[in-house]
């Protein structure tokens, strides 16, 4: 059975509304992993704490996996209900255009009948006006001429009264015209907000340039990139910003964390003991924000390391004085 736009609407909040329930489950299963790693805590206590940490966390992550491929699946099915409610606006205005045409041909018949008739009138008064100096036998032919006035009269009468209901209709086709365009507007407004919201994130070649050109007021520094595997999306916006590196002389190293920290957007971190980490970290995040990308920081809490691992070039840390994390666009 196909849903309504609205009712896929309302399971797609529903499920969206689940994932953000589950992130905030793997938030506290991470947190009670932090938990489990205070000493003053006794042993026993600190295992049972990293023991349900990890439970809530894993079941956390699997519940916020299918509620994303859920929100997927739907957020398809909104667009193709939105395309669809669309093309029959547009049917409708198309239609609704074509009524109004006809009862706009309609009323000028009508005006055209109505000058014939007044024309007519006229000629029938002054016929009348000529009877009445005549003989007294021209009187009945004068009383024939003006009833056929009076027929006249009617006629005339009857057809304003026709033009006036046509020019009511053609107003009528053409309110419904308006409103017809404006929900095909509202429509795609919708589904031009959904795109965007579904749209992989990206820098423009003169975007690239210009976070470069930023970049390169500073002493070249390093920098480690954080993408966490399996993620598409953010892979391909990290080599974007590796270019950026390239062309400003930074010194860059890319990494993926092995544990997922539910990181989403973009994160730019430094360490406070290197005094020009915090000046290049600033001219990072504020580069970024220029390109109208979601980011956050830049904040003082490196060095900062992973609990399970990563992976990245072999024997190097991931020790950079400046850290970009990239995480998911959700």
């Known amino acids: 059975m196909i849903l309504l736009s609205s ?10 509304l689940a994932e953000y329930i589950s992130e905030g489950f793997v938030i506290a299963g991470c947190a009670g992993e932090l938990v489990a790693l205070i000493r003053r ?3 026993r206590c600190r295992e049972q704490i990293g023991t349900w940490s990890t439970v809530v ?8 996996l299918k509620c994303l491929i859920k929100t997927n699946e739907l957020s398809g099915m ?3 209900s939105l395309g669809e409610k669309a093309e029959e606006a547009d049917n409708k205005a198309k239609t609704a255009i074509v009524d109004s045409s006809t009862a706009l041909s309609q009323a000028k018949d009508a005006l055209n009948k109505a000058g014939a008739a007044q024309s007519s009138l006229g000629k029938a008064e002054s016929e009348a006006r000529g009877a009445q100096t005549a003989a007294s036998n021209a009187l009945t032919l004068a009383s024939g001429a003006r009833k056929e006035a009076d027929t006249f009269e009617r006629d005339i009468k009857l057809a304003k009264d026709q033009a006036a ?18 929900r095909l507007s509202e429509e795609e407004s919708k589904r031009a907000a959904i795109e965007k919201r579904l749209a992989w994130r990206s820098l423009t070649a003169e975007q690239v340039n210009a976070l470069a050109e930023r970049l390169k007021l500073l002493t070249p520094q390093r920098v480690d990139v ?15 910003f590796l ?16 544990d997922s920290e539910g990181i989403t957007n973009i994160f730019v971190e430094f360490d406070p003991s290197d005094k020009k980490s915090g000046e290049s970290a600033k001219a990072l995040f504020d580069g970024i924000k220029g390109c109208d990308l979601a980011v956050f920081g830049p904040a003082s809490t490196l060095p900062r390391e992973y609990r399970v691992g990563y992976t990245g070039p072999l024997n190097v840390k991931p020790d950079a004085p400046v850290r970009l994390t990239i995480g998911s666009n959700r």
Do not use: C
């Open 7 to 16: 009712e896929l609407a309302s399971s797609l909040h529903r499920w969206e």
């Open 41 to 43: 805590i006794p042993k």
């Open 57 to 64: 966390l894993v079941l956390a992550l699997t519940i916020g």
């Open 78 to 80: 909104v667009i193709g």
């Open 165 to 182: 209901s046509a020019e009511s209709h053609l107003a009528e086709a053409l309110q419904k015209a308006t409103d017809a365009t404006r």
């Open 226 to 240: 954080m993408t966490y595997p399996h993620d598409s999306e953010a892979e391909q916006l990290a080599n974007l």
């Open 243 to 258: 270019a950026a590196f390239i062309k400003a002389n930074w010194k860059w190293n890319r990494f993926e964390p092995m």
